[in-house]
């Protein structure tokens, strides 16, 4: 496992206003007093880990964590500042454009949240709509602008790809008015009906594209974003350079990071754990409730499975002679690349990455 020299926190904020469809996180209605009571358990586990820990990364995911009040925020920040030792830390914080306006995003700013994550997901109405989303194309475009203004310097944002009827013009209008924003980061995923949300119930996989026309969709994103000055570095992950998600890259390189809130996972002091989806439970407990997942994480196999997510690939040391000549095959067709001791994905090989993983793993 990679030395633990500075550590991400994740904070899960389990409130939404409404879930969406497509959705499987844990969330839960938000109401004023559960997110009080939500914030003073946070608080107090915060204050009873290992003192001074060097953290470098600070990641509120939700659910949708732009629905804590900023008092509530603050006090979290600096019960984080007051117990660990912060070495300059990317500070992100999941938004719903629905859930701000222009004072609330200045107020972020002020008590020292520095990165938004933006979830657009469309700048199609129509597709707004069919997701289930709150807001529609204008807001978010408004959000973006408005967190420029009030001094954001690092803000990214989701879209979806391979939506039911999604053409490549609508994705192609989504894609150039996002790339005209003052955005640094894009995260681009694949939409995926998991079981048991509302969209497996009204069978959206029968509606989805076919796998050659979500190859194209795909294909076309990393070439417009590519184009657009956004590197593609991670399978779903495009940066202008220097803005790469230092927070979600810990995960990719097994890095360490401490999980807080119902539902957060950590991987730390050699053990992957997490804590059970259960609200009532984690506001109760005196010290955050945390159930074992694994005690011998970060092998050379999940190194290896991570790392081939990552545009940078992995040294070709890491892999024995069997599994090097099965990708120098793949990279026959296109779909690994070999450049300095190292072998990555190409674009097309990260389409298929999960059967080219299990072959060689």
Not at 35 to 52: I, N, P, S, V, W
Not at 164 to 192: C, D, F, R, V
Not at 313 to 327: D, F, R, V
Request: proline fraction near 6%; charge should be negative.
């Amino acid at each position: 496992m990679p030395s633990e020299s500075t550590l991400g926190i994740y904070i899960h904020v389990p409130f939404c206003v409404r879930k969406c469809p497509y959705c499987d996180f844990y969330s839960v209605p938000q109401t004023a007093e559960r997110m009080e009571q939500y914030g003073t358990a946070l608080c107090r586990f915060l204050r009873q880990m290992q003192t001074d820990l060097p953290v470098d990364t600070i990641y509120f995911g939700g659910g949708t964590p732009s629905l804590l009040p900023v008092s509530l925020l603050e006090e979290i920040l600096q019960t984080i500042d007051k117990t660990v030792s912060l070495q300059q830390p990317e500070i992100t914080l999941e938004c719903n454009p629905a859930t701000v306006n222009r004072e609330t995003l200045r107020q972020l700013r002020e008590i020292g949240i520095n990165r938004l994550s933006i979830g657009v997901q469309s700048l199609s109405d129509v597709q707004l709509k069919r997701l289930g989303r709150l807001h529609d194309a204008k807001t978010a475009i408004e959000t973006v602008e408005q967190a420029a203004a009030a001094g954001f310097q690092n803000l990214s944002c989701d879209v979806m790809l391979a939506l039911p009827k999604q053409t490549t013009a609508e994705l192609q209008g989504t894609l150039t008015q996002l790339t005209a924003l003052p955005i640094q980061h894009i995260s681009a995923y694949l939409l995926k009906v998991e079981p048991e949300t509302p969209f497996a119930s009204m069978n959206w996989v029968q509606q989805l594209p076919d796998e050659d026309a979500t190859a194209d969709f795909y294909l076309q994103t990393v070439e417009t974003l590519q184009a657009a000055g956004f590197l593609q570095y991670e399978i779903s992950n495009f940066a202008k350079a220097g803005y790469e998600s230092r927070h979600n890259c810990k995960y990719w390189n097994c890095e360490p990071y401490l999980g807080f809130g119902a539902s957060a996972h950590s991987c730390y002091g050699g053990k992957r754990f997490y804590v059970p989806s259960d609200l009532q439970a984690f506001c109760a407990a005196e010290t955050q409730p945390t159930v074992l997942e694994d005690d011998n994480p970060c092998t050379r196999e999940e190194q290896i499975l991570l790392g081939l997510r990552l545009r940078k690939g992995i040294p070709c040391s890491w892999l024995h002679t069997e599994q090097l000549q099965k990708l120098q095959r793949y990279a026959a067709g296109g779909l690994v690349e070999f450049l300095n001791d190292r072998v990555a994905l190409t674009p097309k090989g990260c389409l298929v990455s999960n059967a080219i993983l299990a072959e060689i793993l």
